[in-house]
Structure formats: structure tokens, C-alpha cells
């Protein structure tokens, strides 16, 4: 880089990090005292890339009157299931044989739908009261990808710019602690304002752990003399030096800073986590030929860092983890990817059965998981056994203190006049500003009125209660 250029990233840089501060971890950690594990209430959310149908993870009842809505709706899905469009009798068996049969009162009114036996996390949740079905979501409404995954992770459902911090990270601007990102890189959603610009956004309380395992810097052993080891200790060297030249207004400054602060904290990190070997429920996630092993490469290392991440709160201060899964972008072959995604998230022995087998219910009782995409799938099948782009979706909340049941119609009766459209969809009728302020409270009470000011200009579905927790 030359050196103009650097001078000018220094320069920016120090907006979004301050002066002698690494981004995420120094600034609050220094005054951090928790114990280990959770001791606030902290939230995971987990984007499901490419907008998931939930209408095939929860299916209405099948119906053998051919006006019900348990019938048109199989015989418009049929295809994507796998199933003839004639076979009402295949039907029945796809819904007998493959789903757990479930019911939800709310009032004088009784809905029965299905939940897929992939899905037995899900099932254990919702017997204990703590799954909450969110119904007619809306983020976006124009069906692009890009465009609707940045209003989730802004929390914006009328955003146009991508620049704008995300809504995890203004939570931990108003409720204290960490964004801990899990994936390969950040997503919008981790990014908290800058400063008190809360129109542009920077990274001051992000923490990026891809791998927590390898957090610290590389630490040569005394008797290695191999060439990387060598430069390790002339770099440390280096920076050491460096520290006790440079004065603290030095434009170099902040780096040497960072350099120290990584090398302390990812130390501290790294001998926490030797001691701890990963558990063998969240190890065989990872483990070729293990019979849990996930057919997505990408998940099983976000639920190993979610572990160590708990494991490390002391140091890392999480208040809200960001996780996320691809594929759900379902044009073809349906039946096939989803059964596959949903036996990777949510079947027995799998992604979060293990973890919550992992960690102890003090624990599990201060997280709270939200799923969600950035839209729906239409009401009936294309052409190649799969679903194309909708607007309406579901949103899929998990935890101890979710007061669990069905919110929203789940299958409206108006979509039935609808199946004959050339694209119909669920119909958006709740913006997801109203779920997340809900989300935001229970981590941080008040924090919505801060986080999502013009709430109460935001659609939401007529009779609509949502409360969320209990």
C-alpha cells in the first residue's frame, strides 16, 4: 500500500475504532467482571439465507374435503413435495407419515397444522411451550434477495442504504456489551452506529469469531526455529518496540494498539479454551462418518463458536451472536434441500439439539433464537418440484422464556381464492419491526423506543398480540 493510502485507511479508520482501541473486545471488556457463561439475557439470530418456505416445515392438516383448505393447499404444494398433483392419497401419506400432527387454540379458534419429523428440536420446544410461530411477516416486498436480507439486518423494512448500522448492532449500543459474529465474515445485522450517528455505521462493539479456536496471535514454542517462527517473534518485537516509541497521537498508533490488545485477548481467549475440548455432541457435528455429522460444512463451526463464545462471555461480553445458514433458495427439488436443512437445524443430535445438550440450563435460560429470511416462497408450486420468490413469511422464535404458541392467522382462508393466481403469495401483513422491538425489550427492556423510533407506523396484522415472553 502506499503510504498516502495508508495514511488515508488510518485516518478513517479512526472513526469507526477510536484511538487505541480494538474494535469489539478492549473497550468494554477492560471493565468486565461476569462470570463465565450467560448472565444477561442474550440473542442469537440466525439468518436463513435465501428465504426459507416454513410452510413446508409446518404444513396445514390434510383434508379429504376438496373445498378445505387442507386440500387445495396439498394439491397446490403437491409437487414440491415430491408428490403427483392427482394423488390425494399421497398426500395423506406425505402428511400422516412425515409430520408430527399438532393443534394451537387461541381463543374460540383451533388451528391444526404439521410440523416435519426432520425438525425434533422444534417439536421438544414447542411441547414445552417455548416455540412462537410468527405468521404474515414482511422485511421487503420486491422478492430481490440482497435488497430484502439488508432490510432484516437493518430492521428496516423501507431501507434503501446499505451503509446503515445494522439492528444487532444499535441493540448492543443501547443494551452494553457485544455483536459476536460466528460466520466466515460479519453481516449487516452486526454493525452498531458510529459514534452518535446512528445513519452511518461502524464497528466499535463487534466481535468477529470465525474460528475460536484460533483467536490469539500465532505464539512460537521456545525451541522452534522454523522461518514462521522467527518472523512471529520479530513482529512481537516489532510491535513491542513500537509501544514504547510512538506517542499516543501517532496516526500509527491504533494499530500497535490492536496489535497488543488481539495478542492479550486472543491469549486469554486461547488458554480458556485449552482447557475446555469441545463437547462430543457439538465435536461429531464436524466429524466425518459421525452420525450426526451436518451435510452444511458452514453450520457445525457456527455452533462449536457459539459454545466457546458462551464459555468465554467473560471476556467477550455477548449480548447478541449472529448466525447463518444458505440454501434455502428452493426453485427446484424442493423436498430434497429442505428435509436436508431442516434434519441439519433442527433434528435430533444436530446443530441446536446439540448445543442446548451442551451447555446447562442456567445457560439455555438466558438465550433466545430467532430464524428468519428475507421473504416467503409463493402459496403454490412452479414447474421444477419447487417454489419461487414471495413476499409473506414466517418468523420461528426458540428459547426458556418465549411464550410459545401460533401468532398471527397461520392459514388464512382468503388465500384460497388466490391459488389460481400466476404467483400468489402469503400476504406480509406484520412489518418486522414489531417482532424485533419485542426481541430487543427482552434483551434490553425500553431499548425498541430507540432502536425502532417510528414503530408505531409499522403494519401490523388486525388482533395482532404480541407478547412474546413470558
Not at 442474550?42 to 410452510?55: C, K, S
Not at 410461530?133 to 439486518?153: E, F, Y
Not at 517462527?229 to 498508533?253: F, H, P, T, V, W
Not at 444436530?350 to 409463493?378: C, I, N, Y
Amino acid at each position: 500500500m502506499k503510504r498516502r493510502d495508508f495514511l488515508r485507511a488510518a485516518v478513517s479508520s479512526s472513526l469507526v475504532y477510536g484511538l487505541g482501541s480494538m474494535p469489539g473486545i478492549a473497550s468494554s471488556v477492560l471493565a468486565q467482571s461476569a462470570a463465565m457463561g450467560l448472565t444477561r439475557n442474550t440473542f442469537v439470530n440466525v439468518m436463513l439465507e435465501g428465504a426459507p418456505d416454513l410452510r413446508h416445515l409446518m404444513p396445514p392438516a390434510y383434508s379429504s374435503d376438496q373445498n378445505s383448505y387442507g386440500y387445495q393447499f396439498w394439491k397446490a404444494k403437491a409437487t414440491a413435495h415430491g408428490l403427483s398433483a392427482s394423488d390425494s392419497n399421497a398426500w395423506a401419506n406425505r402428511w400422516d407419515n412425515d409430520y408430527f400432527h399438532l393443534s394451537s387454540t387461541d381463543g374460540n379458534k383451533t388451528v391444526d397444522f404439521g410440523l416435519s419429523k426432520e425438525a425434533v428440536w422444534l417439536k421438544k420446544m414447542w411441547d414445552k411451550g417455548n416455540l412462537a410461530v410468527i405468521n404474515n411477516m414482511v422485511a421487503g416486498v420486491d422478492r430481490n434477495h440482497s435488497h430484502c436480507q439488508m432490510q432484516l439486518n437493518q430492521g428496516d423494512s423501507h431501507s434503501h442504504m446499505s451503509d446503515q448500522p445494522g439492528w444487532g448492532g444499535k441493540l448492543v449500543r443501547a443494551a452494553g456489551g457485544n455483536v459476536v459474529s460466528l460466520t466466515a465474515s460479519p453481516s449487516d445485522f452486526c454493525f452498531s452506529p458510529d459514534g452518535d450517528n446512528w445513519m452511518k455505521r461502524g464497528n466499535d462493539n463487534l466481535i468477529s469469531a470465525s474460528n475460536t479456536r484460533a483467536m490469539g496471535l500465532y505464539e512460537p514454542l521456545s525451541d522452534d526455529n522454523s522461518r514462521q517462527a522467527g518472523i512471529a517473534r520479530s513482529l512481537e518485537g516489532y510491535y513491542q518496540a513500537k509501544q514504547d516509541e510512538m506517542s499516543s497521537n501517532s496516526l500509527y498508533r491504533r494499530f500497535v494498539d490492536q496489535e497488543a490488545e488481539a495478542r492479550y485477548y486472543g491469549g486469554l481467549i486461547d488458554e480458556r479454551l485449552a482447557d475446555h475440548p469441545v463437547p462430543m455432541a457439538i465435536e461429531a457435528l464436524y466429524t466425518e462418518g459421525a452420525l450426526t455429522e451436518l451435510a452444511d460444512i458452514k453450520l457445525a463451526p457456527q455452533i462449536r463458536n457459539l459454545y466457546d463464545s458462551i464459555l468465554c462471555n467473560d471476556i467477550m461480553d455477548m449480548r447478541v451472536a449472529s448466525m447463518l445458514v444458505g440454501g434455502w433458495d428452493t426453485h427446484k427439488d424442493q423436498k430434497m434441500k429442505l428435509d436436508s436443512l431442516f434434519t441439519d437445524l433442527f433434528g435430533e443430535g444436530r446443530a441446536f439439539d446439540a448445543l442446548q445438550a451442551s451447555v446447562p440450563t442456567e445457560v439455555s435460560d438466558k438465550m433466545v433464537f430467532m430464524f428468519a429470511g428475507e421473504f416467503g416462497r409463493q402459496l403454490k408450486s412452479n414447474g421444477d418440484a419447487g417454489t419461487d420468490h414471495g413476499r409473506g413469511t414466517s418468523y420461528l422464535l426458540v428459547g426458556e422464556n418465549v411464550r410459545g404458541g401460533i401468532y398471527g392467522d397461520m392459514y388464512p382462508a382468503e388465500e384460497l381464492s388466490r391459488l389460481g393466481d400466476k404467483s400468489p403469495d402469503i400476504n406480509g401483513l406484520t412489518s418486522l419491526e414489531h417482532v424485533l422491538a419485542e426481541v430487543s425489550n427482552w434483551v434490553q427492556p425500553g431499548s425498541s423506543s430507540v432502536i425502532f423510533p417510528n414503530l408505531a407506523h409499522k403494519n401490523k396484522e388486525d388482533g395482532l398480540d404480541l407478547t412474546l415472553f413470558s
